[in-house]
């Protein structure tokens, strides 16, 4: 077991600082999110062998246009494991984790997403097992590998509370055990979440274990265009956009994006965002730039603690 370890404070050299003790309270460059993605590739390789990702030579590690921000890119793959890999951005103001894990498209199971932004003051986390089909309507798939999963989504309900309203067509990309949380950024609050890190990583690695190849064509189909899906959704709409531009510029941030992160894209499918998403289509035929079409929503948690689906129907 490990948890985030809080060395020297990164300002102690800056001892005449009036804000050193506003600072101090907690650093946020003294948390490490590498932490985890250790964690989880350890974790991985008591299970099943890691290669590594020939995506590693060209999207490893880099700094941002300022040099105040430190990138750390690394990929893998293993036989159930299409693409397995993390991106780390670390700063004295931000500390970013963006982990993820895509079976193979012959196995139904979900996507493992860990999504955590810390800044000074607040955090926003995503951490799910985001479900490959509809767990709104379909009651067979979501009883499949969330029923005996229930407890984890129980246990950091309360401990992390649901983040208030968010798009709401993301929504369809989560589970009934999704963590979404925005908190301000403690200590105690980095120990939960750590836990809860490890907790549904281990259950997911459970799920891959256990899982078993689809034989059926039309199956395979059916869960690859699913994957094509909901990469295409992240490739377009994901939130940490507007800071990898910001960091690294248009262009680098442009091909993390499509050819790193959301790997797949152009190989899983040929579909575009608009086939998946036609709602976002301007009237000349781009995609529309704003996040959501729907608008927020979702105040409070929408499932309840049997899994059952509590929320307004999803508009769109
Ligand atoms: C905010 N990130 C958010 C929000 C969600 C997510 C739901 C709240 C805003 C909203 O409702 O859109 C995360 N949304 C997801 C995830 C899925 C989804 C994981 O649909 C998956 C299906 N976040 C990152 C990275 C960065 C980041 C890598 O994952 C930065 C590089 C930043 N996320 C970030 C920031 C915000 C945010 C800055 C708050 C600002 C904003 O809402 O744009």
New binding site residues.
């Given amino acids: 077991s490990f948890s985030l370890s809080f060395n020297s404070p990164p300002f102690s050299t800056n001892c005449n600082s009036k804000n050193r003790f506003k600072r101090a309270r907690f650093p946020i460059s003294s948390i490490s999110y590498q932490k985890f993605v250790q964690f989880a590739l350890d974790e991985t390789k008591l299970h099943t062998h890691l290669f590594p990702s020939p995506l590693q030579e060209k999207h490893n590690s880099m700094l941002s246009l300022d040099q105040k921000a430190k990138l750390e890119m690394l990929s893998f793959h293993a036989p159930k494991i299409r693409l397995l890999r993390s991106?780390n951005?670390e700063s004295e103001t931000v500390q970013?984790l963006?982990f993820a894990a895509f079976p193979e498209p012959e196995f139904d199971i979900p996507i493992f997403?860990a999504?955590i932004?810390t800044a000074a003051n607040s955090s926003?986390v995503?951490l799910d097992l985001?479900p490959l089909h509809d767990v709104i309507t379909q009651r067979y798939y979501r009883e499949k590998y969330y029923k005996s999963l229930l407890h984890l989504g129980t246990k950091y309900a309360e401990l992390l509370p649901w983040g208030g309203k968010?798009?709401s067509e993301?929504l369809k990309?989560f589970s009934p055990i999704v963590i979404?949380s925005k908190f301000s950024s403690t200590e105690s609050k980095y120990d939960i979440l750590s836990s809860a890190f490890m907790d549904y990583y281990k259950a997911w690695l459970e799920l891959m274990n256990n899982t078993v190849e689809e034989t059926i064509p039309s199956q395979r189909m059916i869960n690859r265009e699913a994957q094509h899906r909901y990469l295409s959704?992240?490739a377009e709409k994901?939130?940490?956009h507007?800071?990898?531009r910001k960091l690294i510029g248009e262009t680098l941030a442009k091909d993390v994006v499509q050819n790193f992160l959301f790997n797949g894209i152009d190989e899983l499918g040929s579909k575009s965002f608009l086939d998946y998403f036609p709602e976002y289509r301007c009237e000349d035929g781009t995609i529309n730039t704003k996040?959501s079409m729907a608008g927020?929503s979702y105040e409070h948690r929408p499932w309840d603690e049997r899994g059952e689906f509590i929320g307004d129907t999803i508009k769109s």
């Fill in positions: 991106l951005i970013v963006d997403c999504n932004f926003i995503v985001n968010l798009t993301s990309f979404w959704w992240r994901d939130p940490g507007h800071l990898l996040r927020k």
